[in-house]
């Protein structure tokens, strides 16, 4: 007998071929992201996807941007939350992985946004993505990076800092952003 759900933090059951709105929580997004180690552990230091998502949202704030990109900032890996984390190298080459995480995304917008995103906000929001990933490249896996540094206007800590105060900067940022 296969399982056909996730038992979350919250005790929700999460099906992950049929997910539904209402087994989304943004308790269990902020609570397994904050667990959930950058570069898929092959980094020098624990740093959480929460810690980027978390660094992206104030970037974007920082930048001036909506509450919409924001919050789009703070949400852009909560799929990872139920469908884990896979390396950009080697995610490229998932086709039905990446379609599951896709919709999965934009079922997490719709929620928490009242719709996905539009082709702008998705432009701010991968531009943040990158700018930030080149700091998390060069100062978690030491990897010298080819491109100019992308100017930023937040101070990044990668000192170390326990899940439970990470999950609980998520959802302060998230309760001061929510637009639903």
Known sequence: MGYKYIRTYTGKEFY?????????????????????CRGN?????????????INCALEAEARGYSTRVIMACLLHDASEAYMSDVPRPFKQFLGEYMK????????????????TLTEEEQKLLKQIDDDLLYFDLRELLNEPQDK???????????EFTPFIEVEQKYLELYEKWRLL
Do not use: T, W
């Open 16 to 36: 992950p071929m049929d997910p539904q709105p209402k087994a989304i929580d943004i308790r269990d997004i902020a609570h397994a992201l904050s667990l959930v």
């Open 41 to 53: 552990g092959h980094v020098n230091r624990f740093f959480s996807v929460a810690q980027h998502c």
């Open 100 to 115: 599951q995480e896709e919709s999965l995304l934009e079922l997490i917008y719709s929620k928490f946004l009242g719709s």
């Open 148 to 158: 100019p540094e992308p100017e930023i206007h937040i101070e990044i800590n990668y």
